[in-house]
Structure formats: C-alpha cells, structure tokens
C-alpha cells in the first residue's frame, strides 16, 4: 500500500477530521489545510471536517477556520499540513485525536503523527494535497482547486522559485481547469495596501549590503507603528530585496511586542536553513526563519550570512 493509500484508508475510517496547520499561515498553510477539507467533503459528504487555528485577517479572503470544540477531538483524526516541528503547529489540541497524520514539504526536523508524509520535492503542501487528490481520482470542487493554486502560487512566488518542477506545473495546469477567478485571485496576492508600498519604499531605502550580496534591514516597534502594520503585513516586502540584482541572501528583522526579532531569511542560491537552525528556527534551504534575543544576535546572524556568501 502506498502512503496516499494509507492516507485515504484512514480519512474514510474515521468520521470526524480535523485539519490543523501551522502558526502565522500564508496562503500555502490555508490553501492546503482548507482544500484537503474541501476535497474530503465533496468525496465524502457525511464526514465532519473541521479547519482550525487562528484565523489571519489579511488572509480572510482565502478561507475562514471552524469553530472546534474539545468534544470534536473524541475519536477524531488530527491531519497536520505544511509543518515541519510540533511547537509551530497552530492549535495545541492537535494531540488529542486518535490518530494523527504529517503531510508536508519542510526538511523532516521532526517526526510526528503515526502516519508521516513528508516531501521536500514538492513546491508547497498544496502540490502535495492536489498530487493526493489527482492521483486517485477523488473529487476535486471549484473551491478546492482555487484553494490548492493560491497555496502553489504562494509558495512558488508565482512559479518564479527553484522548489517549481515539472509536476509543480503540471499539477497547477489540472487545478486551473476548474472555474474560479484566478487572475483576480493571483492580483490580489500580488496586491498590498499603500501603507505597505511605503514600508517596502522604506526597506529598499535602508537595506544595508555587503559586497558579496549579504543584505539585511531591521524594522523595529517604532517603524511598524508608524506605519500602521501588523507583524503579518511586513510579509508582503519579505521578497523584495531578491529583486535587486546584486543582492543574493538577505534577513529581515522584525521586532517583535516582547522586544525579540523573528528574521527572516531568504536567499537565491546558497542555502541559509542551517543559519536558521542555529537561531531557534528552520526552515528551507532558501526560505527560513528564525528568532533573535538581543542586538548581538541580529549581529551574529548577519555575519553568518556574510560569511555564508564567502
Ligand atoms: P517566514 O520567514 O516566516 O515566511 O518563514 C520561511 C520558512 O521558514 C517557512 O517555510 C517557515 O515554515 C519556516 N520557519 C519560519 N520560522 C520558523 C521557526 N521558528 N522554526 C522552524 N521553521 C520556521
């Protein structure tokens, strides 16, 4: 048996599903977690499928979480999507189901769930959910699809990143023969407001780089007030300083209410997780995150990053 068979055997044993992701989603946590729901509802409509976890407002758009009682876990299959460690995962009840399945595409830093699927050829949990769904012939309704390609297209930056294979194309061209609006979804994940065009103004203003390409920018309390952004907003210009043809791998530091940074880490080539691991985070290698405590730590990620470039 295969581990989608697996997989399968399991969602029609059991008859309540409740899907979790991870903390801070993006469009690939929601899309996937909110497809595979939909996609077991349409092939089996007697089912209770629940989503949850905190629900993003800037992401409200995408898809909304259920409301879970505790009761719900009774009995309950937990299936958790696009997380790579247990403490990121949004919902700490994910425990108390009775049997547990991972589906994701991060480095397997840590094993969970009795059944574990983990993947890092795959562009984004979505690609894996849809190769689920495709692959065995499961009913895939209109929301589903437009769910599944807003996670792709999220976590491939629009096809442009080196995780979008052949099958991550293939898989978009079956999902985007059901009738949804993708263009105007695709604009409106390519759209920020204008406090965050001036926050992006102010990142490609103040980003200091070295002459290998090492790039970085810190946005304090003060700045984010100022602006009028929430933590989650910042995401929007997490990409932009990748457009600068001389800039090769850059971190963002975002001060965060208790005064820590979250940094995020991205690069074009050379692979930054293991800088991340080092930092209380993890990651892919060319997208991580990671934790600061102090100035000196801000310091010392940046120098690996330098020297990571070398
Ligand atoms: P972000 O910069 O938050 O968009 O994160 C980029 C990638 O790194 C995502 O795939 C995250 O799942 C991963 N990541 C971010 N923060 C952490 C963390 N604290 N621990 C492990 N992985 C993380």
Known sequence: MTIFEHILEKIKEYDTIIIHRHMKPDPDALGSQAGLKEIILANFPDKKVLAT??????LAWLTQMDSVQDEDYQSALVIIVDTANRPRIDDKRYGQGAFQIKIDHHPDEDQYGDI????????????????????????????????????????????????????TLAI????????????T????????????????????DHLEIDAHGAARVTLTQDLMKKYELTDAETSAIVGSPGKIDSVEAWGIFVEQPDGHYRVRLR??????NEIAKNHHGGGHPLASGANSYSLDENEDIYKELQEALI
């Open 53 to 58: 976890g905190f629900d993003e407002p800037s």
């Open 116 to 167: 574990s699927l983990v993947d890092t050829s795959a562009s984004s949990a979505s690609e894996i959910i849809a190769d689920f769904a495709l692959s065995h012939q499961l009913k895939l309704s209109d929301s589903a699809a437009r769910l599944l390609y807003a996670g792709i297209v999220g976590d491939t930056g629009r096809f442009l990143y080196p995780a979008t294979s052949a099958k």
């Open 185 to 204: 979804m695709v604009r409106q994940m390519d759209s920020f407001p204008y406090k965050v065009a001036k926050l992006q103004a102010y990142v490609f």
């Open 172 to 183: 978009a061209s079956e999902l985007r023969k059901y009738d949804f609006d993708f263009a």
């Open 267 to 272: 690069s074009k080539r050379v692979f930054i």
